[in-house]
């Protein structure tokens, strides 16, 4: 069974960092791509970045580029989300999803969901 | 804005077929595949669709989806109250190298 388990979410002020981390389970992890998706209290899902498996490589939504960092450890089947110069609008619950397919070939699914890490940015 | 639009709410009666349609570009859907999720009220979305057709196991073929050049389309038939949910369609832009969301849409059960 597929399991993604987020921890690291909470409190934070303007301008602050906070690391969320991923463990999965259930899947060999080092074979898929991972993401993370928000969704602001109230509103739609925004993707924020991806990892891709194999080399790793990263891409960001713009909304995130330059202040978010996504990396992944393999050998703890982990992915992890750096937030730094966090702002009031990055407040949201910050899912961990698994991909299905190749992103960069075009086929891009989000098959399986983690339950959510809560991210608030306020003084 | 999102890239991709889709209506805000649609709505049927029980029983009855609601359609959502998913507007995009030649750079996402019109050469990328869409997938569709559905979020029940407090709960995390799920895989609806993907590869612009297919059903994951444990999906009703009450649900079914197409696409046509740069614009998806989701399908709910017999619906049912259970359905009532947020529906959003996703694809990857190969111009931009992010995913892209549409803004969702909201199924009333009438």
């Known amino acids: 069974e597929v399991q993604l388990l987020e921890s690291g979410g909470g409190l934070v002020q303007p301008g602050g960092s906070l690391r969320l981390s991923c463990a999965a389970s259930g899947f060999t992890f080092s074979s898929y791509a991972m993401t993370w998706v928000r969704q602001a209290p109230g509103k739609g899902l925004e993707w924020v970045s991806v990892?891709?498996?194999?080399?790793?490589?990263?891409s960001y939504a713009d909304s995130v580029r330059g202040r978010f960092t996504i990396s992944r450890d393999n050998s703890k089947n982990t992915v992890f989300l750096q937030m730094n110069s966090l702002r009031a609008d990055d407040t949201a619950l910050y899912y961990c999803?698994?991909?299905?397919?190749?992103?960069?070939?075009?086929?891009?699914?989000?098959?399986?969901w983690g339950q959510g890490a809560l991210v608030t940015v306020s003084s | 804005q999102s890239v991709l639009t889709q209506p805000p709410s649609v709505s049927a009666a029980p029983g009855q077929k609601v359609t959502i349609s998913c507007s995009g570009s030649s750079s996402n859907i019109g050469s990328s595949d869409v997938s569709w999720y559905q979020q029940l009220p407090g709960t995390t979305p799920k895989l609806l669709i993907y590869d612009n057709i297919k059903r994951p196991s444990g999906i009703p073929d009450r649900f079914s989806a197409s696409k046509s050049g740069a614009s998806a389309t989701l399908g709910i038939t017999g619906l049912q109250t259970g359905d009532e949910a947020d529906y959003y369609c996703g694809a990857w832009d190969n111009s931009l190298s992010v995913f892209v969301f549409g803004a969702g849409t909201t199924v009333t059960v009438l």
């Open positions: 990892i891709h498996s194999g080399d790793s490589a990263a």
């Open positions: 999803v698994k991909i299905l397919g190749y992103c960069r070939g075009g086929s891009c699914y989000f098959d399986y």
